[in-house]
């Protein structure tokens, strides 16, 4: 989840939230790549979620990695809930799932060496208090009753709302992880290709990443149950936006849908104002109930922006969103896969092309079966193993004409960070088929395994 945005004046007039979407536009040359990735604190013994506040908890990994490793505090109120160091920032999911934001960098070589040191930080200080971490998309054994909400206020009114709008947004806050990518665009027209190439191949990505064929201790009918939380989450704010493929669509588009998502608040003085369901609509009218007269500023505009969770979606860069968290290889995996086929112009044409056939209603269809099946889906003759073969060489193109060579030229490009990609589409094996193979042939159906041999 996003911290607090901040500066930027009063919104006077509508074209101005386009232009900060606008804002984004980048040369080439100045493109980067922010890989974030979330990862369930357990308890060694118990294997139960860390609390929030004590000696084994998630408070004093964030005072370890602060005062070891140098990272700043940031805090709410008087609740440390974040860090940041370089451009880096280390934040706290709903359900104390910890998450780095990484900072935004030239190579997936610069990525992988992120994740390392930010992964042995973690697990220096882990290893002392007798906590782990680990990677999937959702929690495998425990319930909802298990995990507090951690005390920021933007989650306590999510919480709020999510129990009216859908039957599983508690257990999106409480109960899944990601990894994802964030990407930058050039133009207006670039950020179009992009965007439909990522709201079209995100169930690609879900097959390729599934990791969470557990939940609640058993084995559940999806190989990411993550995937499947988000369709039944809250429609005003999630899904596939068939909007985005419609002549027409850009900025001004996006400022459309965006000011029709119901609000969750406003952020003032370190307070979130419960602007539940209001409409941003009436705020930029300085009609909005909960601040009446009061004019919205670009700030709280960067605020709601985050407040959207479609597949893919804009504020000043793309964000690629389809992925279920997961072990080291595949947190380096995702960032190469949408680096690869967005960042060469032609593997970008090509996963275009690609695409270009499929109806609203195949990419929807793609969506749930890549959930439910992995990469043993076929919708409509589409076949998600061959289909994923060539995305995944489609991406490989374009890691090498990237030509960004890595260990002081040892390694001539990023595209060796395909490599568990590329072993998934030889062999159709997600990480959630190893999952169930594990659980029904080694480990006598007894889940509390995985936390030992899946753990960072």
């Known amino acids: ?100 934001s990484g900072a935004p960098l030239e190579t997936i070589h610069e990525t992988c060496d992120e994740v390392n040191t930010h992964l042995a930080q973690v697990k220096d200080i882990a290893d002392e208090i007798g906590a782990g971490f680990i990677g999937l998309g959702a929690a495998p054994i425990w319930n909802h009753a298990d995990v507090p909400l951690v005390p920021k206020g933007r989650y306590r009114l999510m919480d709020d709302y999510m129990q009216k709008v859908g039957a599983m947004g508690q257990a999106m806050m409480r109960r899944t992880c990601t990894v994802q990518v964030n990407l930058d665009f050039s133009s207006e027209a670039d950020m179009v290709q992009k965007m439909r190439v990522a709201f079209a191949l995100q169930p690609i990505a879900v097959a390729l990443f599934a990791n969470s064929p557990f939940f609640e201790g058993r084995p559940i009918d999806h190989k990411s149950w993550r995937s499947r939380i988000w369709r039944d989450l809250d429609a005003d704010r999630t899904g596939m936006l068939p909007f985005v493929f419609e002549a027409g669509f850009g900025f001004e588009r996006w400022v459309e849908y965006v000011l029709d998502v119901p609000m969750y608040f406003v952020y003032r003085n370190g307070e979130y104002i419960d602007a539940l ?30 407040t959207v969770f479609p597949e893919a979606r804009i504020k000043r860069f793309i964000e690629m969103r389809g992925a279920d968290g997961g072990p080291w290889r595949r947190l380096c995996a995702l960032p190469a896969l949408w680096v690869g086929l967005i960042y060469d112009q032609t593997s970008l044409d090509a996963a275009s092309d690609l695409i270009k056939p499929w ?27 061959e289909i994923s073969r060539e995305v995944v060489a489609i991406a490989e193109a374009g890691l090498k004409a990237r030509n960004r060579p890595g260990v002081g030229g040892l390694v001539p490009d990023e595209s060796h960070f395909l490599n568990a990609l590329r072993e998934s589409v030889e062999t159709g094996v997600s990480p959630a088929d190893e999952l169930l193979q594990r659980y029904y042939n080694d480990w006598n159906k007894d889940l509390s395994h995985i936390y030992g041999e899946y753990s960072y």
């Open 277 to 306: 369901g209001q409409s941003f609509r009436d705020f930029m009218q300085m009609k909005l109930p909960a601040l009446p007269g009061e004019m919205p500023t670009l700030s709280d505009w960067a605020d709601h922006l985050t």
């Open 1 to 100: 989840m996003s911290i607090p945005q901040s500066g930027g004046g009063p919104i006077e007039h509508t074209y101005q939230l386009a232009e900060y979407l606008e804002s984004g536009c980048k040369p080439k040359q100045e493109w980067r790549i922010g890989t974030e990735h979330e990862k369930f604190g357990f308890c060694r013994g118990t294997l139960k979620p860390l609390p929030y506040q004590g000696e084994r908890s998630i408070v004093a990994i964030l005072e370890g990695l602060r005062d070891r490793h140098g990272w700043t505090a940031i805090h709410e109120s008087d609740k440390l809930i974040g860090l940041q160091k370089d451009g880096a920032h280390i934040s706290l999911e709903p359900g104390g799932q910890l998450e780095l």
């Open 359 to 385: 109806t609203h209603e195949v990419r929807e269809s793609l969506r749930i079966a890549c959930s439910r099946e992995g990469l043993q889906a076929t919708v409509d003759g589409v076949n998600v193993k």
